[in-house]
């Protein structure tokens, strides 16, 4: 059966929400849905949301899957209890790691290694930085060690050996000699996770992926024995945070890879719909109910990085989509400080109670409320168990907030939604000029449950002209889920200044990496349509330490061309020329990308259901708030909007997975692929 005719099913698991995608290419038909997460188990709101879909799991041909299983556990740090090998004299390279502070000012804060000290043993063995054995193995004490560990209740074992990057011998063999003691198959060896110099970075994430194996494992086994028990039959895939797909059966091995897989698949969404929309260059604004993410997509290429740090001293260097998290989402709590001064987020209400309109006990003044108590949400749609009166969340805001203040409700709920704006919006700025970008060069693709609610003022305040808004803002990332390509990420460490490069010794590690993510997609049972490659190199000048990426159109290049190409991209990203030193070529990087089969979204909103012009798709007016005023606001259900529809705001725009505002002094219109652009100011 060919990818393109397949039953497919994408599920998201957020703080908040599991959503779900179905399609079926073959009739075109749709479906849909939303189910509250279930935190302790997230298996469960997956097979709430397949019920509410109404999926029949034995005819599904092919489940791909988002899950923050391991964010979680690595943010919460909730991980397996793990034991580490490493090098005699090393065993504190992961508790004294750069020398940095968790605060940048003050003396307070705090850092906990991912793995006590207890846990972390020594044993004999020494590699130089040229991959020569300094040290033989002493392989007595690696068997003596892994026993110890055992014994300490250890169910995960990471195995980090000095300069492993350059030749990993003694650690393949340490990790033979541990799989005849260990009882489960959750060894990690650090060159294998991640070939990079750093010692520091590379045993972290070879730490986190010890740390969450168990957790990742477990979890999987009981959501497809579920799913098998239902009917389920087929491959699973699971998103990568790289925004690539792999095998549930492979996909534990490489467990860190899995960290920050949701807001990935988001980012691969919004980059498939703008390339189809013609908009390559976006701003991605995925305002969920607990926090928002923000990411750079130039030319309809994601930005990647393998530098990304998750929180502070947890950096881990595996391929992932750059992806900044704020906590700023829908259930983001407001409240007034010791000082007086109103904070909003990070705490969130999360899926359980949720917020006050939740009708599912929230107590808590949130991002949502403040816009329901302004006549953005209607309360009748937003209620998840029963009704909420909206005076009972006034009520709260009067107490908690608005009294405190000196203020009145609406004016707390408005002074709410503006902090929250402001906090996105520096978020959406440190992207942009963290990258070298100009936000006005762009258009802010917004998207999340909470997204197209704030996306308008946002984008007036970064002077971002245009906005789009897809056909589903609320389950982009399980759409992403639908439409992610296999993929498979390498990294290879050679460290070698340019005027020592051997151009077909570069090119001999470029081939090997092809050949391995090759072999890898072959492993799959999943059909591909043909296979990419995607090259670059990590490049400083001599001297330096920030590592700037260099993309290559091809993998066999001299060392002039690199220098050339380094130069290009610094200035670029600096607007400085140094053109007298000299770059170091640090790291070699392969994509491997397994390309499925595109699938038709023009159904996501069922064409039927389009009225012939706006006025027959509108429902009703009501009063809402901007700036201090109330303004007499349409009300339009989105599946009835003509593709063509264009307005004019203040209008609001209902859909079942979301809520659009159009701010007054902005024109929304729709295009043929069923997206809806703001122009800001475009009103006229």
């Known amino acids: 059966m060919s990818d393109n005719a397949r039953l497919v099913a994408g599920i998201d698991v957020g703080g908040t929400f599991t959503d779900l995608v179905q399609l079926d290419p073959a009739s075109g038909a749709v479906r849909l849905a939303k189910a509250p997460s279930t935190p302790d188990n997230q298996a469960f709101g997956v097979l709430n949301a397949l019920a509410e879909a109404g999926s029949d799991l034995a005819a599904l041909d092919l489940i791909v899957h988002g899950t923050t299983t391991t964010t979680n556990a690595v943010l919460e740090r909730k991980l397996s209890r793990t034991g580490l090998i490493t090098t005699a004299g090393f065993r504190d390279v992961l508790e004294l790691g750069r020398r940095t502070r968790p605060q940048p000012y003050g003396m307070t804060g705090q850092f906990t290694p991912l793995i006590p000290r207890d846990l972390r043993l020594e044993v004999a063995e020494r590699m130089d930085a040229q991959g020569e054995v300094v040290t033989p193995l002493d392989e007595e004490a690696v068997r003596a ?71 990742l494992a477990r979890y999987l086994d009981r959501l497809t024995a579920e799913l098998a028990q239902g009917g389920y039959r087929r491959d699973m895939l699971v998103m990568n945070g790289n925004g690539g797909m792999v095998s549930v059966r492979l996909v534990a091995q490489e467990a860190a890879k899995t960290v920050m897989s949701g807001p990935a698949s988001g980012v691969m969404a919004a980059a498939y719909t703008g390339r189809a929309a013609g908009q390559a260059d976006l701003i991605t604004y995925d305002m969920g109910g607990t926090s928002t993410d923000v990411a750079l997509i130039r030319g309809a290429e994601p930005a990647v990085s393998n530098e990304i740090e998750i929180e502070y001293a947890m950096p881990i260097h595996v391929p992932m989509v750059d992806v900044r998290t704020v906590g700023a989402g829908g259930g983001s709590i407001a409240r007034v400080n010791e000082a ?42 937003l209620a998840i168990s029963g009704g909420v009166a909206v005076d009972d969340v006034a009520a709260i805001f009067d107490a908690k907030l608005a009294k405190p203040l000196g203020i009145g409700v609406l004016d707390s709920a408005e002074a709410v939604i503006r902090m929250a704006n402001t906090r996105m919006a520096g978020a959406i700025r440190m992207v942009s000029i963290s990258l070298g970008a100009d936000p006005r060069d762009f258009a802010l693709f917004a998207f999340g449950g909470a997204g197209p609610l704030h996306a308008a003022a946002l984008a007036r305040e970064l002077g971002v002209p245009r906005v789009l808004i897809p056909c589903r803002p609320g389950i982009t990332n399980a759409l992403g889920c639908v439409i992610a390509d296999l993929r498979h990420d390498f990294v290879t460490t050679i460290n070698t200044p340019l005027d020592w490069l051997d151009p077909g010794a570069l090119g001999d590690v470029f081939d090997a990496q092809i050949d391995r993510g090759e072999r890898m997609i072959a492993k799959e049972s999943i059909e591909i349509r043909g296979i990419r490659h995607v090259h670059s190199v990590d490049m400083q000048f001599v001297g330096q330490t920030h590592l700037l990426r260099v993309p290559l159109t091809a993998p066999h290049v001299d060392a002039e061309t690199l220098q050339a190409l380094f130069e290009r991209a610094y200035f670029d990203r600096f607007r400085v020329k140094l053109d007298r030193i000299r770059a170091n070529l640090v790291n070699v990087n392969t994509s491997v990308i397994g390309l499925r089969a595109p699938l038709d979204l023009s159904a996501l909103i069922d064409p039927s259901g389009r009225k012939r012009s706006v006025a027959e798709a509108q429902t009703g007016t009501r009063p809402v708030r901007f700036d201090g005023a109330a303004h007499d606001t349409p009300v339009y259900w989105r599946d009835h909007l003509p593709l063509d529809a264009a307005l004019n705001g203040p209008a609001i725009i209902e859909q079942m997975d979301t809520t659009l505002l159009i701010e007054p002094g902005d024109r929304a219109t729709g295009d043929e692929l069923g997206n809806i652009r703001v122009e800001i100011g475009g009103a006229g």
Not at 147 to 172: D, I, T
Not at 353 to 374: F, K, M, V, W
């Open 145 to 215: 060690a892994g026993r110890a560990l055992l014994a300490a209740g250890c169910e995960s074992l990471v195995v980090h050996f000095l300069h492993a990057y350059a030749n990993p011998a003694h650690e393949r063999r340490a990790a033979a000699l541990l799989r005849d003691i260990w009882p489960n198959g959750h060894i990690t060896m650090g060159h294998a996770i991640l070939s990079e110099s750093r010692e520091y970075e590379r045993g972290v994430t070879a730490a986190v992926n010890a740390g969450v194996q168990p957790i």
């Open 340 to 381: 007086g001064l109103l904070e909003v987020g990070p705490k969130s209400a999360g899926a359980d109670p949720g917020p006050i309109c939740y009708g599912r006990g929230g107590a808590e003044p949130t991002i949502s409320d403040a816009n329901l108590l302004l006549g953005r949400l209607d309360p009748a749609k």
